[in-house]
């Protein structure tokens, strides 16, 4: 027989503090039945001898000592089936959409269970976004973890569902599936995220939780794990290939701190939880691929750095987990250049697994070096100029300030709807390295230029 408790001793922000009379689980379900009929839902946060700690999710708001609290005996899982694919949901995995709830061919625990190292194979298959600075020089691996770094009022959000929408492994008929979730964002970002996969039809093949800036700060902590519990599922029981968008960590983040200051924690780096490492690393180190299954799990995490700053805590941490970054630069945003990823601080750790021969293309890392070298010194040159004056420099020198200039024109921006191909990336990479002398083109094998430079194509 289900018990309900009447012993609510505390209410403190979203938690609520209730005398144990019974052994709970850690993590354990709570339904809370309020006085007017309504019910809420809870999580077990801490358990001590005399006191259980309860998040609510719905907030704390009409809750009162008349009160009742049922521990479910469970942890929060979620109704999971192949028709999730093509709808909204909420958070906390309720139909924002109009349409009704999801019969579940199963329920999962939304923490999952980790990933057994032994079991994870190397990620080697490329997967195509569409966008030449991430296909062509930080180039993504199916199962791989790549976070794209961005500002407050950058467009990475347009990024984002540009990914959606084009991502796809070139040649490959196998199923794949987007998840997307935003976490703390505004009404007019959740009209404008729906309106675009309906128009765009990328719905289709999406799952899609929208968790609001209104909705209470504890629903945000457990919307990636939502997210993540999906695509674990169409990707290990439904052989799908899953792309995971996560936007935005920081806002998960600030829950976390917002958690923490309500269960007088001791504070961190910036006030941010001590065990924010290890809470982020439960949420990256859920992408990957394992051996014997078909289907695989590919991160992007979309982070907004506080102040532009790199070496904030959530950036910085993120960096230690994942594998590269995506940086969006506001410089060339304020330029009028989309999408603005500078591709000098991106990296992307797994990129030589994925291209190459029978994967892209055989002269891939020899155009994307040849592209990063010749843009970093033309990047370096503009401090000269400002300097000394663009009269001051050498020929060799003047090209390659003007190859930094074409490469941002030609290479990096692209339309918000231009899906590139890989070919299409190589071959505007070869028109602009043209322009430099051969004698420039230090690392790139003779036998490339012999095949693929535009001067020799034409003989």
Not at 268 to 287: F, I, N, V
Not at 372 to 397: F, M, P, T
């Amino acid at each position: 027989m289900t018990k309900e408790y009447k012993t609510i001793i505390e209410i403190s922000g979203p938690l609520m503090f209730i005398e144990k009379t019974e052994p709970v689980g850690y993590g354990e379900l709570v339904h809370i039945n309020l006085p007017d009929g309504t019910t809420k839902r809870g999580q077990v946060l801490d358990t001590s001898a005399d006191v259980v700690a309860v998040q609510v999710f719905e907030g704390t708001g009409g809750l009162n000592e008349e009160s009742g609290v049922v521990f479910s005996g469970e942890t929060i899982k979620l109704a999971v089936s192949k028709d999730m694919l093509g709808r909204i949901l909420s958070g906390s995995g309720e139909p924002l959409d109009g349409g009704p709830r999801i019969i579940p061919e199963d329920r999962l625990d939304v923490n999952g269970s980790s990933m057994n190292p032994y079991s994870r194979m190397p990620p080697e298959d490329f997967i195509q976004t569409g966008i030449s600075t991430i296909d062509g020089t930080n180039t993504l691996v199916r199962g791989q973890k790549l976070p794209i770094f961005s500002g407050s009022g950058l467009p990475h959000n347009e990024i984002a569902l540009q990914i959606a929408r084009q991502a796809k492994v070139p040649g490959s008929e196998e199923p794949f599936a987007v998840v997307f979730a935003a976490m703390g964002i505004t009404n007019e970002e959740a009209q404008y995220f729906m309106q675009d996969f309906e128009k765009t039809g990328a719905l289709e093949r999406a799952v899609v939780f929208l968790n609001l800036a209104d909705d209470p700060a504890v629903e945000r902590i457990i919307t990636p794990r939502m997210a993540l519990t999906a695509a674990e599922y169409l990707a290990y029981e439904h052989d799908m290939h899953v792309l995971v968008i996560l936007t935005d960590i920081t806002n998960y983040c600030e829950a976390l701190r917002q958690m923490g200051a309500a269960r007088e924690e001791v504070p961190g780096r910036r006030g941010y939880p001590g065990y924010m490492y290890t809470d982020l690393a439960s949420l990256y180190e859920r992408a990957g691929v394992i051996k014997g299954r078909k289907g695989s799990v590919t991160q992007f995490s979309i982070l907004t750095m506080p102040g532009d700053d790199i070496t904030h805590p959530i950036p910085d941490l993120s960096g230690y987990i994942t594998e590269g970054q995506i940086v969006v630069s506001r410089e060339l945003h304020m330029k009028g250049i989309y999408p603005p990823i500078n591709v000098l601080p991106s990296l992307s750790r797994l990129m030589n697994s994925g291209i190459g021969e029978g994967k892209t293309r055989d002269d891939h890392k020899a155009v994307s070096d040849q592209m990063y070298a010749g843009y970093a010194e033309g990047r370096d040159l503009r401090g000269l100029v400002a300097i000394v004056g663009k009269e001051a420099l050498s020929d060799r020198d003047q090209r390659i300030l003007e190859f930094a200039d074409l490469f941002e024109s030609r290479f990096v921006r692209q339309g918000r709807d231009e899906d590139r191909s890989i070919e299409e990336t190589l071959t505007i990479g070869w028109e602009i390295l043209s322009e430099l002398p051969e004698a420039l083109l230090t690392r790139i094998d003779n036998k490339y230029i012999d095949k693929y430079h535009p001067a020799h194509k034409s003989n």
